[in-house]
């Protein structure tokens, strides 16, 4: 289980502590040792970084006229990337020191797309500039702390932990994600994947269902209207019970697309809102729901869709694996920023045992949900019953 903290308290102020320096100790102890080390290695680093920097900037700039200037300068900066997360590396191992990794490049289809993501990329460029300061740096901390080693002893352990902390002030500064909008970015261009995904899937189910349903249907209807044609003046008792067969194959088939058409979007929906929507795919549930729906007002088709969707698939696990007796589902609109949040509840009294382990249903709902900000939690003890929260951003209808 992930615990995500957040704002003060002790929790709070333990995670703070963890990343605060550790007190100077004698010279022998671990923390003083491992910084040593880490300032002694600052020169070959940093020498290895400066000579890629220059290398880097002055082939590719030299090269820039060409046609592959620009794209020697992206895979430059793309290497920098890499120099940056062994430092970082390096920094959580000898100073204690945890920056997460920035998030990786957005993948985009085609060449120029690319080049243009990684040529504007902040987080290279800074990792450049890193590596650009380190080398007098690194010959500072080396110098010190080797003469430091013979000549400064009684002061050494100042020495390092003074010279160790800017190490660390320097790869949180230069080498951490650049805030949390870099962050949202990587969930975003995440999400966008999912939601690619789940609609790549709707159209599959979609064309599965027309050519295997209403498709056959009205085939095999078409067929049977051609013999029908044929025995009409030959044998009219017989073409008469093909037609009567027709007739009811149009019906069924007929029936289907209906079907089909209330999974793509129920008329009920667009006409009179959640809670008339709800309400039918309610009764058409295994065990009795109860509905209750509390809205100002309608909110925009998309959420109003989702929303439709998501409950109606919850009812029908419900339906198949709750062996429950009764069941609730509520809608509201919370307060909040930004317009506030739908409030989605669907409980009952089952089973339980419910979870989000990959490849179920459930687990399906939630990315398709964390595609769109929203939430869903779901709580479903053993033997008690399962609750399923979920949570979407309110819009309104225009």
Not at 92 to 109: F, M, Q
Not at 180 to 207: F, K, M, N, P, Y
Request: net charge neutral; aromatic share 4%; with cysteine.
């Amino acid at each position: 289980m992930t615990t995500i903290i957040t704002g003060s308290g002790p929790a709070a102020a333990e995670v703070a502590d963890h990343e605060r320096p550790p007190p100077v100790r004698p010279v022998f102890s671990a923390d003083t040792c491992r910084e040593l080390v880490h300032l002694l290695v600052n020169l070959p680093m940093a020498l290895i970084g400066f000579v890629y920097v220059v290398v880097m900037i002055g082939v590719s700039g030299g090269l820039a006229v060409t046609a592959v200037g620009l794209p020697l300068l992206a895979a430059g900066l793309l290497g920098a990337r890499q120099l940056a997360r062994l430092e970082r590396t390096r920094a959580r191992l000898l100073l204690g020191t945890h920056v997460e990794d920035p998030s990786a490049i957005p993948t985009r289809n085609g060449f120029f797309p690319w080049l243009w993501t990684s040529l504007k990329d902040p987080v290279a460029w800074r990792a450049v500039l890193f590596g650009a300061l380190r080398l007098p740096w690194g010959i500072l901390t080396f110098t010190v702390a080797l003469t430091g080693l013979f000549v400064l002893w009684p002061v050494l352990p100042y020495l390092v932990r003074l010279m160790a902390n800017v190490d660390r002030a320097m790869v949180r500064g230069l080498l951490a994600p650049s805030d949390e909008l870099e962050q949202r970015i990587a969930e975003l261009e995440s999400d966008r994947g999912v939601v690619v995904d789940t609609a790549a899937a709707d159209l599959r189910r979609i064309e599965r269902d027309l050519h295997d349903g209403a498709q056959a249907r009205l085939v095999n209807l078409a067929m049977g209207l051609g013999l029908a044609k044929e025995k009409l003046l030959e044998d009219p008792d017989a073409a008469a019970a093909m037609v009567d067969e027709a007739h009811g194959e149009v019906k069924l088939a007929l029936q289907e697309l209906r079907d089909l058409a209330r999974g793509i979007h129920p008329a009920v929906l667009t006409d009179r809102g959640l809670d008339a929507a709800l309400s039918a795919v309610a009764a058409r549930c295994l065990v009795p729901v109860r509905v209750q729906v509390d809205l100002p007002a309608r909110p925009a088709p998309a959420i109003e869709g989702i929303a439709y969707f998501t409950v109606s698939e919850l009812l029908q696990n419900i339906s198949k694996h709750s062996r429950a007796g009764s069941a609730v589902v509520e809608v509201r609109r919370t307060a909040g920023r930004g317009g506030g949040r739908l409030l989605l509840r669907v409980s009952d009294d089952g089973v339980g045992g419910a979870t989000l382990s990959s490849g179920t249903g459930l687990a399906g709902l939630s990315e398709r949900l964390g595609a769109v900000d929203g939430v869903f939690l779901v709580s479903s003890p053993e033997g008690g019953g399962t609750v399923v929260t979920a949570e979407l951003p309110w819009r309104d209808r225009v």
